[in-house]
């Protein structure tokens, strides 16, 4: 059983910055994509930001230019640095990952005060 564990968030005012981790209990290069997604009170899970085992990018609209992902194959971990937050990027942030099965972590809160 593959167990991803997210960490990092927080509360943070706008226009501040977090950096979520994101650690896998398997090798990272056996998933087909990984990626973070997020939910608001209220609100579906969107996805916020994934790469594919070939290295392709895809981030969402509204955190295109202010968030990063990224990966430490050495270390099995994920990261997602967000910059430029927004209240409107308040949410539970979860990571996400592919292969045969679809895994999720527990999540993390990010609170962005206005």
């Known amino acids: 059983q593959v167990q991803l564990v997210e960490s990092g968030g927080g509360l943070v005012q706008a226009g501040g910055s977090l950096r979520l981790s994101c650690a896998a209990s398997?090798?990272?290069?056996?998933?087909?994509?990984m990626g973070w997604y997020r939910q608001a009170p209220g609100k579906q899970r969107e996805l916020v930001a994934s790469?594919?085992?070939?290295?392709?990018?895809n981030y969402a609209d509204s955190v295109k230019g202010r968030f990063t992902i990224s990966r430490d194959n050495a270390k099995n971990t994920v990261y997602l640095q967000m910059n430029s937050l927004k209240p409107e990027d308040t949410a539970v942030y979860y990571c996400?990952?592919?292969?045969?099965?679809?895994?999720w972590g527990k999540g993390t809160l990010v609170t962005v005060s206005p």
């Open positions: 996400n990952a592919d292969s045969s099965i679809t895994y």
């Open positions: 790469f594919s085992s070939g290295g392709i990018t």
């Open positions: 398997a090798n990272i290069f056996s998933f087909l994509a």
